[in-house]
């Protein structure tokens, strides 16, 4: 069934179930006839249960297949590790090999991107009118700029936790959640740093490869003190970036800190301070 709600803004999509579609001598056959012809990204580990076929803002076509998941699992290392967000640097971690600096892959296209904006701007088609070439050659360089963008993230975030997944068997995780940042000054840097589909890949590949990934409520974790378990009476502001224990006198980095404090480790070294709950350790994989 075709899924368009706007003939102007949303893009087809097709969905078919197992009888709807079949695949034979590597091409994509599907109810009505159809034959595509598809470029395989990778071989399919089970027959599929069923196939979305979509196209994009730039105008490709692909085919998403739904198959059982097949874990990988790596060699233990006896090694777990503390993840905090922020926008300094999209993670910090309690080992400084696994920090992942902000990539900038925005603002280094933020030139074109206004450039192609402007374009659009002008050539502009008045209501009721159809788009000029111009106007359609511009939106569709702005399109692929986008996913350009996108796939440069998605592409650094991955290769990342794929590298945290191999060198831990357990990763704890602030559970970040976007809306937080969504209001504030940092709204666009947030973004830009991708910390929802960095997080999503962190996720996806310690399910892939048997590893325990926890997610951690993000309260009081710049509070609590990574050496004593003490918690400071007052929340530090973000211009704050130093964390200075009021009970122990320990001096850390905001972030580092507080990815200690996440850091499985920490649970069972550190004896609980005041306020400390074991709700905050949610295991997900």
Known sequence: MLNCQCKREAE???????????I???????????????????????PPSSVRVYRDSVGHWYASFVVAATSEHLPETGAVIG???GVKETATTTSDTHDLPHAQHGRKA???????????????????????KGY???????AKLHKKVARQREDTGRKWAKG????????????????FLAKSTMARKAAGAAISATKRALVEMGR????????????????????CGARTKHALPLSMRTYTCTACGFVSPRDKNSARVMSPSYRWEVPPGPG???????LIV
């Open 12 to 22: 087809p999509s097709l969905n078919y179930t197992r009888r709807g579609f079949r």
């Open 24 to 46: 034979k001598d590597g091409r994509l056959h599907l109810a009505g006839g159809i034959a595509l012809t598809v470029v395989w990204s990778r071989d399919l580990p089970t």
């Open 83 to 85: 993840i905090d967000w």
């Open 110 to 132: 933020q030139a074109k991107l206004t450039r192609y904006d402007r374009m659009m701007a002008r050539r502009r088609p008045k209501k009721g009118q159809p788009a000029s």
């Open 136 to 142: 359609r050659q511009a939106k569709r360089l702005r």
């Open 164 to 179: 945290v997944v191999r060198d831990h068997d357990a990763v704890a995780v602030e559970d970040f959640r976007p809306k």
């Open 208 to 227: 892939k490869h048997g590893r325990a990934v926890y997610l951690v409520h993000p309260a009081h974790t710049t509070r609590d003190c990574a050496q």
């Open 276 to 282: 400390w709950s074991h709700t905050r350790l949610v």
